[in-house]
């Protein structure tokens, strides 16, 4: 038995062109043959006409907003990710200022949603997580800046020449000058104390390991709430914490101090 179902020609997934070479980009672009942007331009003029109601206006806005806040890394001519979408989520939440979100999950994903909601709800607890080859921007966060403060001047110059720094906070060091003096000031302090540099709402503490090479190999971090840590004593102990642990791990790696 034969089956034709033909229901809708468009097909966007398929369209093979760069985006910024599409219709949909470009008036000039290119397109599909049953193009929606080209066939379908009542629905897209009402369509528009929904973005002049002002939740829509403002969910599209802070959703943009969000969107480039969260795609921040050039990889050839696309942009990547530079955080997990559930914080993008959680951000997007607190931009939004919802104060419910609903949670809808598979049985087989229950873990998961258990671990979802232990995260949004909050229960008096922030959670940080990395995946793993996420490759961060330069002034984004403590563990990437302490690997840059022991570089010599000249190569920071040059990696500060290709990449650009880019805010993510309001507290974010945007300026390749003031990215070098604090480079410095690290440099000579031995540890990195970011207040809300990269994510708000969190402070970053972090020290330097080195090997018996006596190069800089690694880095160990601390990430805690800001305001619960707000004071100088506490804030205080915490890098003395980190200093010595990552100089007992030096040393095991065979730096010797002189
Ligand atoms: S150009 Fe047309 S067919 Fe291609 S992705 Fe855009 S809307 Fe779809």
Same mark, same amino acid.
């Given at each position: 038995?034969?089956?034709?179902?033909?229901?809708?020609?468009?097909?966007?997934?398929?369209?093979?062109?760069?985006?910024?070479?599409?219709?949909?980009?470009?008036?000039?672009?290119?397109?599909?043959?049953?193009?929606?942007?080209?066939? =379908?331009?009542?629905?897209?003029?009402?369509?528009?006409?929904?973005?002049?109601?002002?939740?829509?206006? =403002?969910?599209?806005?802070?959703?943009?907003?969000?969107?480039? %806040?969260?795609?921040?890394?050039? =990889?050839?001519?696309?942009?990547?990710?530079?955080?997990?979408?559930?914080?993008?989520?959680?951000?997007?939440?607190?931009?939004?200022?919802?104060?419910?979100?609903?949670?809808?999950?598979?049985?087989?994903? !229950?873990?998961?949603?258990?671990?979802?909601?232990?995260?949004?709800?909050?229960?008096?607890?922030?959670?940080?997580?990395?995946?793993?080859?996420? @490759?961060?921007?330069?002034?984004?966060?403590?563990?990437?800046?302490?690997?840059?403060?022991?570089?010599?001047?000249?190569?920071?110059?040059?990696?500060?020449?290709?990449?650009?720094?880019?805010?993510?906070?309001?507290?974010?060091?945007?300026? !390749?000058?003031?990215?070098?003096?604090?480079?410095?000031?690290? @440099?000579?302090?031995?540890?990195?104390? %970011?207040?809300? %540099?990269?994510?708000?709402?969190?402070?970053?503490?972090?020290?330097?390991? @080195?090997?018996?090479?006596?190069?800089?190999? !690694?880095?160990?971090?601390?990430?805690?709430?800001?305001?619960?840590?707000?004071?100088?004593?506490?804030?205080?102990?915490?890098?003395?914490?980190?200093?010595?642990?990552?100089?007992?791990?030096?040393?095991?790696?065979?730096?010797?101090?002189?």
């Amino acid at each position: 038995m034969k089956i034709s179902m033909t229901v809708n020609k468009t097909n966007c997934a398929k369209c093979p062109y760069h985006w910024s070479k599409k219709l949909c980009y470009d008036p000039d672009g290119k397109n599909l043959p049953y193009c929606p942007t080209k066939h =379908e331009q009542a629905l897209l003029k009402k369509s528009l006409q929904e973005y002049q109601k002002p939740e829509i206006f =403002e969910f599209a806005k802070q959703a943009s907003i969000q969107e480039a %806040e969260g795609y921040q890394r050039l =990889e050839g001519d696309n942009f990547k990710p530079i955080k997990p979408h559930i914080l993008e989520i959680m951000e997007f939440a607190t931009k939004m200022n919802y104060k419910k979100l609903g949670l809808i999950f598979c049985e087989g994903l !229950a873990a998961e949603a258990k671990a979802v909601d232990k995260l949004i709800s909050g229960k008096g607890m922030i959670r940080i997580a990395s995946e793993v080859g996420w @490759r961060r921007p330069l002034n984004y966060g403590m563990l990437g800046i302490i690997l840059m403060s022991s570089l010599d001047p000249k190569n920071v110059k040059r990696i500060l020449k290709k990449y650009s720094l880019k805010p993510y906070t309001p507290m974010s060091i945007t300026d !390749a000058d003031a990215f070098s003096l604090r480079l410095e000031q690290i @440099r000579d302090q031995g540890y990195i104390l %970011e207040k809300e %540099e990269a994510v708000e709402g969190v402070i970053g503490i972090a020290a330097p390991i @080195r090997d018996y090479s006596r190069q800089v190999v !690694a880095a160990l971090g601390i990430a805690l709430p800001a305001g619960s840590r707000n004071q100088t004593k506490g804030l205080d102990h915490i890098v003395d914490l980190i200093k010595k642990t990552c100089e007992t791990i030096s040393s095991d790696l065979g730096y010797l101090k002189i």
